[in-house]
């Protein structure tokens, strides 16, 4: 199953770019092809500018057109959603009427420095999502606490309890888009 994932920080070293690159490398024994759309060249949102669209955002729509599922891997950022992957959530779902979210299933997953790991965040983005249509992952969940611990030098995570979870979050999230086709 292809799943396009949005990174929701864009700080090198992030520990949500570290989750979600694990996430790639170890949904493959899950059956899941996870593939990283990159939303770094998204302008603000403005309306003025759906007639033509630019061309980051072009490309992220075919991405997430083609995937069986979205991912959004996100902090959390003032007990909310981060700016900047709300941003492409808007370009994504626009012009008024697109298709691209519509009825699409998303995934949730995100790390945080703090206890939380990006609850408030995830729970935040499920009643959005709802505006789309489409059914939330809900099966399980992945909050990667106290992150800074998680994360080894290569970038990825490495603490074996945090790998357990990923990986029962990633073998229930492969029988459930299974079950949503």
């Known amino acids: 199953m292809d799943i396009a994932a949005l990174c929701g920080s864009l700080r090198p070293g992030s520990y949500n770019q570290a989750l979600l690159e694990t996430a790639i490398v170890r949904g493959e024994r899950f059956g899941l092809h996870i593939v990283q759309v990159s939303i770094e060249g998204f302008p603000a949102f403005s309306q003025e500018l759906e007639s033509n669209l630019p061309a980051p955002v072009v490309?992220?729509?075919?991405?997430?057109?083609?995937?069986?599922?979205?991912m959004l891997v996100t902090p959390?950022?003032?007990?909310?959603?981060?700016?900047?992957?709300?941003n492409a959530v808007d370009w994504l779902s626009r012009p008024f009427g697109d298709l691209t979210l519509r009825h699409r299933p998303m995934a949730l997953m995100g790390a945080s420095t703090g206890y939380a790991g990006s609850l408030r965040a995830q729970l935040a983005w499920r009643q959005m999502w709802y505006f789309f249509d489409a059914p939330v992952f809900s099966v399980a969940e992945m909050t990667l606490s106290f992150a800074a611990r998680m994360v080894g030098e290569n970038g990825?995570?490495?603490d074996p309890g945090a790998l357990e979870r990923l990986d029962l979050y990633l073998e229930k999230l492969a029988q459930w888009l299974e079950e949503q086709r």
């Open 76 to 86: 959390e950022y003032n007990h909310g959603v981060p700016g900047v992957l709300k």
């Open 156 to 158: 990825l995570v490495v």
């Open 59 to 70: 490309a992220a729509k075919e991405l997430v057109s083609s995937a069986d599922c979205v």
